[in-house]
């Protein structure tokens, strides 16, 4: 591109200050951030910017406005997240409602992948997960290893930009290689006395699969926090909950010491997982507490 041309593209890579950015036509310009978009928290992978080509380098000027945003890792104007979680390492479903929660409060979707479904362990955590989540959202049996359950998950992200997460070692990596149908991505191994995964992803990165669909990998989103609301608005994330509210004697029942609640009722029959509302009860607790302290 000629010197001075201005033009705009997505980051699918940074590190250590220098991103790569590809342009509507499939160009990737290696790029440097100007003046105030330097430093850290200026920019993420999956902006969108504006880019002025220079002599030597191109030069990211603007960013353009972002449609979502995760912290932690960052990841800018996803259309959804895939949430993987497998037998090994022990699911946190902790984890699996903040990002259910997440998705609800930036407008995306999910999808849930229950990796590893050539192993030991992986019927009973499937039915479990969609008996949990199947009100909520797509639950897939999937197998990074075997390739069971990859084109269905192909299918649902297609033409759409879409990042992994979930607890380090579930398969995040391997699914987007399965993905691609290449290996971009480093595979871990879980270590043997822990249990648990190592790092291996450390940068976030998009690919495209040729066909219009983006994945992200990312490190897994392990200490993911939710930024901070009032705690009487949760339960409104929780829309599994959403049927049994007209139940609820009190407008704005938090289901939690209210009596007369349709959603407590709705547990005892069964109808809401009890594991499912004593983790919403755990993080209610949660905000509470940071709530009444957030003026420090
Ligand atoms: N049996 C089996 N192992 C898998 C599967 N997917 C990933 N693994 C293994 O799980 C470990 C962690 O995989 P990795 O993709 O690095 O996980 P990440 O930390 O979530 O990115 C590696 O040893 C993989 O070979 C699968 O579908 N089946
Ligand atoms: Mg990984
Ligand atoms: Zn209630």
């Known amino acids: 591109m000629a010197i001075g041309t201005v033009t705009r593209g997505r980051i699918i890579k940074g590190v250590a200050g220098k991103y790569s950015v590809k342009t509507d036509t499939g160009e990737i310009l290696k790029c440097f951030a100007r003046g105030k978009l330097r430093g850290n928290g200026e920019l993420y992978v999956g902006d969108d910017v504006e880019v002025e080509v220079m002599r030597y380098e191109c030069v990211i000027k603007d960013v353009l406005p972002r449609k979502s945003m995760l912290i932690r890792p960052y990841v800018s104007n996803i259309d959804g997240i895939i949430i993987v979680i497998s037998p090994i390492p022990k699911p946190d479903l902790e984890l699996v409602?903040?990002?259910?929660?997440s998705c609800i409060q930036q407008g995306i979707d999910c999808v849930l992948c229950i990796n590893k479904?050539?192993?030991?362990?992986?019927?009973?955590?499937?039915?479990?997960?969609?008996?949990?989540?199947?009100?909520?959202?797509?639950?897939l049996r999937v197998s990074a290893e075997s390739g069971e359950g990859i084109n269905e998950l192909r299918d649902i992200i297609k033409?759409?930009?879409?990042?992994?997460?979930?607890?380090?070692?579930?398969?995040?990596?391997?699914?987007?290689?399965?993905?691609?149908?290449?290996k971009k991505m480093a595979v871990g191994e879980i270590g043997e006395k822990s249990g648990r995964g190592k790092h291996t992803t450390r940068h976030i990165e998009i690919f495209g699969t040729g066909d219009g669909t983006e994945i992200a990998d990312t490190c897994g989103f392990s200490r993911f926090e939710i930024p901070l609301f009032d705690p009487m608005f949760l339960a409104s994330y929780y829309i599994d909950f959403d049927k049994y509210r007209d139940n609820c004697r009190f407008r704005g029942c938090?289901?939690?010491?209210?009596?007369?609640?349709?959603?407590?009722?709705?547990?005892?029959?069964?109808?809401?997982?009890?594991?499912?509302?004593?983790?919403?009860?755990?993080l209610y607790e949660e905000f509470s507490k940071r709530w009444e302290k957030r003026y420090g």
Not at 123 to 134: F, P, S
């Open 254 to 282: 938090t289901h939690t010491v209210e009596e007369c609640c349709g959603v407590k009722e709705a547990v005892e029959l069964g109808q809401i997982p009890r594991e499912r509302y004593e983790r919403y009860l755990k």
């Open 97 to 101: 409602d903040k990002l259910i929660i």
């Open 117 to 139: 479904s050539d192993t030991d362990g992986v019927d009973a955590l499937y039915e479990a997960a969609k008996k949990e989540y199947g009100t909520i959202t797509t639950v």
């Open 159 to 182: 033409g759409r930009y879409y990042c992994l997460a979930g607890q380090s070692a579930v398969g995040k990596s391997s699914l987007v290689n399965a993905l691609l149908g290449e």
